[in-house]
């Protein structure tokens, strides 16, 4: 579901760490940009593969809408020409955050650097948490997650967690046109909301109870 980016905004936390996301009663979508030759086996066979694709190397996923357009430049970049939104289940979403660590010691959330490397060495997911962007790629005071995986849990989010898999590239284009023109009273973008965990996770959200 679109809305207006303007409307959207002032319905949004605008500082803290809160994971932003097109939501649906059990669903959340996340956003992966690629070249096309990735891009089309994905879309035609519902899950990552191919030639193009490798599953020995990490893959970021991204559920907030304008910080992925911000990583991809509005799907310019080179190898990131095409945007996707993934359809994942809101179980599986959280299972994946729960055996994320951060990329880099947080002394707040591990206590010791020694406990943190112990984790990361023992994970195959990673979290960051870096600065929202506005449309036009202007950092904001909001942090919005991102987050990578490999081995096992890269495999298991590629070929089995994917409930569904759309090229929203078209609308990534035509909505460029209006940060082009610096119309952002026409600009659309997902309705996102904050996404709530159903359990606590050591992921430093700024929540309460989490």
Not at 83 to 99: F, T
Not at 132 to 160: C, N, S, V, W
Not at 164 to 187: A, E, M, N, Y
Request: aromatic share 12%.
């Amino acid at each position: 579901m679109k809305t207006p980016y303007l409307q959207l905004q002032a319905t949004l936390p605008v500082s803290g760490r809160q994971i932003i996301a097109y939501q649906t009663e059990e669903d959340i979508i996340v956003y992966q940009a690629y070249k096309p030759a990735i891009a089309e086996y994905a879309v035609a066979h519902q899950q990552f593969g191919g030639p193009a694709f490798s599953y020995s190397r990490m893959s970021w996923i991204k559920p907030n809408f304008l910080w992925m357009m911000y990583r991809c430049g509005w799907a310019d970049k080179p190898d990131q020409e095409r945007v996707l939104a993934i359809h994942i289940s809101k179980s599986d979403w959280e299972d994946i955050l729960n055996e994320a660590v951060f990329s880099s010691f947080q002394a707040d959330v591990y206590g010791t650097k020694a406990a943190w490397k112990a984790q990361l060495s023992a994970s195959k997911v990673r979290l960051q948490w870096d600065p929202d962007h506005d449309p036009y790629g202007r950092k904001l005071e909001r942090k919005a997650i991102q987050i990578g995986m490999k081995g096992d849990m890269l495999h298991r989010f590629g070929t089995q967690m994917i409930r569904k898999i759309v090229d929203i590239t078209p609308f990534v284009k035509q909505q460029k046109l209006h940060v082009d023109r610096r119309d952002l009273g026409s600009l659309e973008v997902p309705l996102e909301t904050v996404f709530t965990p159903s359990r606590a996770l050591n992921i430093g959200l700024d929540q309460d109870g989490f």
